[in-house]
């Protein structure tokens, strides 16, 4: 593995970011970590954040996203891209991020998985119970809070079944 350091953009509010900081640290892989503020900076379209910027836009990604990295010139965003590109140029141990294509194959679908229907589903919940009641001042309503919450619920339910069943493992192609 490269002793290398690359620029790691990121901000903890983010949880690909902080996904990546983990996984940085117990892979031991070195990283320079620049932290940009998604709650404070410009507005536009109703939302806060420095990754909203034109010199954000021009420095660190062409899109206003977080994570990003920055190798030599070189300007990645979106965590499971990152995690494949750090892979093919310092690379780690397969226990990570394995070279098998099949295995390789189940890992993408399990982090794309989670991207689309984790994340969207426990922060359709964060937005409708916390965020959106901060902002607007009103009580969340209710009836839409059990809503989203029974969707979380199910969907971590389901990554559960399709991970934690005995020997099915996350690349185990035995289903």
């Keep these: 593995m490269s002793s290398?350091?690359?620029?790691?953009?990121y901000d903890l509010l983010s949880p690909p970011s902080r996904a990546l900081i983990t996984f940085f640290r117990?892979?031991?892989?070195?990283?320079?970590?620049?932290?940009?503020?998604?709650?404070?900076?410009?507005l536009a379209f109703g939302v806060l954040g420095e990754h909203l910027t034109e010199k954000y836009r021009k420095?660190?990604?062409?899109?206003?996203?977080l994570p990003c990295?920055?190798?030599?010139?070189?300007?990645?965003?979106?965590?499971?891209?990152?995690?494949?590109?750090?892979?093919?140029t310092r690379g780690f141990d397969d226990f990570w991020y394995p070279?098998?294509?099949k295995a390789q194959a189940l890992?993408?679908?399990?982090?794309?998985?989670t991207h689309n229907n984790i994340r969207m589903t426990s922060g359709l919940y964060f937005i409708t119970k916390w965020r959106t009641p901060i902002l607007t001042g009103q009580k969340a309503d209710e009836k839409e809070v059990a809503l989203v919450l029974a969707t979380m619920k199910w969907t971590l339910h389901a990554v559960k079944i399709a991970t934690w069943t005995p020997r099915l493992w996350l690349i185990s192609t035995t289903r």
């Design 4 to 9: 290398i350091s690359f620029k790691f953009y």
């Design 59 to 65: 420095e660190v990604s062409r899109f206003p996203t």
């Design 99 to 101: 070279e098998d294509p």
């Design 107 to 113: 890992v993408d679908e399990y982090l794309s998985w």
């Design 69 to 88: 990295i920055n190798d030599n010139g070189f300007r990645l965003s979106e965590s499971v891209a990152i995690v494949r590109y750090l892979k093919n």
């Design 26 to 42: 117990v892979a031991n892989i070195p990283a320079e970590p620049i932290p940009i503020a998604l709650r404070k900076g410009k």
